[in-house]
């Protein structure tokens, strides 16, 4: 079928495969042309179009093209090659050929028009995102990327579970609107979350992606958190629920990233608050707030991969990564740190960037919805933000004391990734309509007026204000955080070494006895011994086994 051979998806998987195989110039020319390749297909594309076949006696949706999925390609494959241009010449094969296959997998995830075709997709992205985090080649990614990877895999189970039950009540897979209302489509809605970062299972995102390498976590914050926005658009908008959780990730990522030291961490924290922002405006439903989800999903892709591309080269050229060993960058490292200001700026949605025009809209809708405590939890989140992900993050790492480090600004290929993300920041916060044209839904709405303008303002005045007023409180320690993570990461490995002495403990009480049965076994019945033995034998792989999940949690 030749509408699948330019499944723009399946272009980036085949490259990824191939991208080992080449060397030099040709592996840097292979992973700039791809992604564009990919975008130009797409967009030759009609919006009608569609490609499906056969699989099991179920009719497979591999591509189903439209206004939203369109949206999601475009801004995918755009930070692909940004991300590419960013690290083509730093990051090894192995790395830039998983994240191309990750890349690819996302895509084929938002074309997927079936459950079915969508989990194939979704466990390629939870596979290939794991070697993406692997590629560190170091004990804490190899850590991280065993707790990411089972978290993930419990997501699959729990998803796959839900689309078995789905098709025995319905006797469809097709990916459409639908209502938590059974067993199914609840499991659907939980294993869509676990990806998105909601709770309870939202620690996996600030535990895993900062353990990335420099460029890693540019791959990593793009794709997997937001295809499940995507697929809840998709398959459960209006069900309000979402507010509520949408609501409480919004203030989950800001306070933890208030306590947070290290940079990196900071900005995985903020993943969570902005996807929480798009989860409560898919929770709201309208048009207007499935708009403003869109919109704020392509913005935030941007201005956070930009956030990372700055802080990937601070690490890159120091190799430090807490803010406590950090500051005074500014004057070495310019280019850095003005990009890192810009995406800043738009994340805190400052006026002229382009994180204002998608996040007000997400706003508006409650204000048109008369939800009165979600605006004004939204409001208090905005200033939150900029506290944040604003003024912390470029203040702690660019200003504040000078660290006596003096690096300089990274290689040209990764100053240029950063400049051409901070220009979409800036161009798409002055010329908004160019994002709104490719929204599902027709925009009748105007970002800059009098009363959007100053209220922002005002916001962020007295947000700016309190953190510098706060600032002692502001400076962190050499910790680290830990929420529901600690369940499995403390509680269950300490657990098991508790059953590990106890079960010690009973295995030395029972020694005597066994030699007392193994002593009559021989003058009576070797059958005896025989019990005897499989006892024992039953009894080390069971440690075994304990151990062994012990070393995979730990």
Known sequence: MMCSLLHPGLILILAGLLIPLCKGKLRTAVVLAVPLCALAVVWNLDLTTSCSTSYLGFELQLLRLDALSLLFITVFAIT???GSLYCCLQANSREL??????????????????LITLFIFWELMALSSTLVLWSASNESSRRAGMRYILIHLLGGVVLMAGITAYLNQTGSIALTAMQPDSIGTVLILCGFLLNAGAPPLTAWLADAYPEASFSGMVFLSAFTTKTAVYVLMRGFPGTEILIAIGVFMIFYGIIYALLENDMRRILAYSIVNQVGFM????????????????AHAFTHIVYKALLLMSAGSVLYMTGKRKCTDLGGLIHSMPVTAVCGIIGALAISSFPLTSGFVSKSMITQSAVDQHILWVWLALQAASAGVFLHAGIKFPWFVFFQKDSGLRPEDPPLNMQLGMILFAFVCLFLGVFPNVLYAMLPYQV?????????????LQLLLFSGLAFFVMLPLMKRTLTISLDFDWFYRK????LVKWLEQLLSIVSQWLMPIQNKLMTVSLLQNASVSNRTLAFNLCLVMFLFVITLIYYLLV
């Open 80 to 82: 692909v090659f940004t």
């Open 444 to 456: 009748d709405y105007v970002p800059y007026t009098a009363a959007h303008t100053l209220t922002q």
């Open 491 to 494: 509680l269950i490995p300490q």
């Open 279 to 294: 989860i409560c405006g898919i929770g709201i439903g309208t048009e207007m707030a499935l708009n403003g989800a869109a």
């Open 97 to 114: 050929s998983a994240a191309f296959i990750y890349a690819g997998g996302a895509m084929a995830v938002v074309l997927a028009g079936d």
